[in-house]
């Protein structure tokens, strides 16, 4: 276990801390003012660990085998884990768009990994770090939104339709980085299916 680790592993835990005071916020005596705040420090808590575990592994050459294999699963589950969450009230976003996210990142992470098996690695894209970039935006943004909302100032029908058009358009740039991350490694997937064939 690395020090980076320990920030993949923050990250993985603030994730269901995120939902549950989303969902329970009285329990914990927290307002529906005061909500947006505490889910704006838990989400800022999330994007900070997943900039500084990467950091640190790189600057204490401490880049492992299982910090390779958890970065990722802790980037889609804490990011599909926040959108999973606005799909509750207030926000009510529309499950599709949780599943747009869900799908691609099994569907990249199951190439990776068979790659992997198989001996070649996919390279990470930039369009992948654009769309983590915009995703975390597009969290913030609808949290900020909350903020009016908890005051009166923002109907609950206007949030809901501001976080849709607003996860809407991460959610396209998310089904491009996708399919982009499938092209440019098209010659490893097609090696991958020749291997199959000839098995």
């Known amino acids: ?62 880049v492992t085998d299982l910090g390779k294999v958890l970065d990722p699963m802790a980037d889609s589950i804490s990011r599909i884990s926040v959108f999973l ?19 691609r990142d099994s569907v990249i992470s199951t190439l990776r990994t068979i790659c992997a098996l198989k001996g070649f690695a996919l390279a990470a894209r930039t369009s992948g770090k654009i769309k983590a970039i915009i995703q975390a935006i597009a969290a913030f943004i609808v949290l900020i939104l909350m903020i009016p909302h908890s005051l009166g100032h923002l109907s609950t029908s206007s949030l809901h339709l501001a976080g849709t058009i607003i996860i809407s358009a991460a959610a396209l740039y998310t089904i491009y980085s996708g399919i982009e991350y499938i092209y440019a490694n098209r010659k490893y997937i097609s090696r991958l299916l020749r291997t199959k064939n000839n098995r």
Do not use: C
């Open 85 to 103: 969450t606005f799909t509750l009230d207030p926000v009510k976003l529309p499950m599709i768009l949780v599943f747009i996210f869900l799908y």
């Open 1 to 62: 276990m690395s020090i980076a680790n320990y920030f993949t592993f923050v990250r993985i835990l603030i994730s269901p801390i995120f939902l549950l005071i989303y969902l329970e916020h009285d329990a914990f005596n927290i307002s529906d003012v005061m909500l947006p705040y505490f889910l704006l420090a838990l989400l800022g808590i999330s994007e900070l660990s997943d900039a500084f575990d990467g950091y640190l592994a790189r600057k204490y050459d401490q």
